[in-house]
């Protein structure tokens, strides 16, 4: 059986309108793709959820062996959380023509005060492509927790960020009970679950 590999050429767009246009965006697709079986599908609409792209990262102190949470509110978990102050590693969405890397070492001083002694590349995901464009550059910060303190963010973002300091087994953990249940946090500290010897040998 032929193994077949679409790319984006493979979807015709017949049409878009912006349902919705504020501080993130709703728009609305028509198209058509080929299909795994030949010929083109028939005309297919969605809307389409634009909110940017983001980098999150994953601030880790090798000498202590302890990650660097944040913890805020989100409004949008209310709907399904009792405590909607979420734990999330540090995260934030692109300025104009910014690099990843530069938000990444942005968004560790505006959210935790802290900064990456180096940085490495973890991954690039979808956070939701079903229904949404978003992609993040995950990265691993080695930082010194013992300057990991205190309340930061911006305040005309009205950001109240409390910075949490916990050694990496505890952080695992709390991906496992529930404690931690945002998906690019449980990712990024399963996937040093994995690999945290390489910073520390």
């Known amino acids: 059986m032929e193994d077949k590999k679409f790319s984006k050429a493979d979807v015709e767009i017949l049409g878009k309108r912006t349902l919705y246009s504020g501080f993130f965006s709703m728009e609305e697709y028509r198209f058509r793709h080929r299909l795994f079986a030949g010929g ?26 302890q990650v660097v949470l944040i913890e805020q509110l989100r409004f949008p978990a209310c709907e399904t959380s009792e405590h909607p102050w979420l734990y999330e590693l540090v995260a934030g969405m692109f300025e104009p023509n910014e690099a990843p890397e530069d938000v990444a070492l942005r968004e560790l001083q505006e959210e935790s005060g802290l900064e990456a002694k180096s940085l490495h590349f973890i ?59 945002n998906a690019s946090t449980v990712l990024g500290i399963q996937w040093l679950q994995l690999n945290y010897q390489q910073y520390t040998g």
Not at 143 to 149: K, L, T
Not at 161 to 171: E, F, S
């Open 123 to 181: 991954s690039s995901l979808l956070s939701s492509p079903g229904g949404c464009t978003e992609r993040y550059y995950l990265y691993c910060a080695l930082v010194d927790a013992n300057q990991a303190q205190g309340i930061h963010g911006l305040v005309e973002e009205h950001e109240d960020i409390r910075v949490l300091v916990v050694p990496r087994q505890q952080a695992y953990e709390m991906t496992q009970n529930g404690a931690i249940d």
């Open 40 to 65: 083109w599908s028939g005309e297919i609409r969605r809307e389409v959820f634009e909110r940017g792209h983001a980098v999150v990262v994953l601030p880790y102190d090798p000498v202590t062996d």
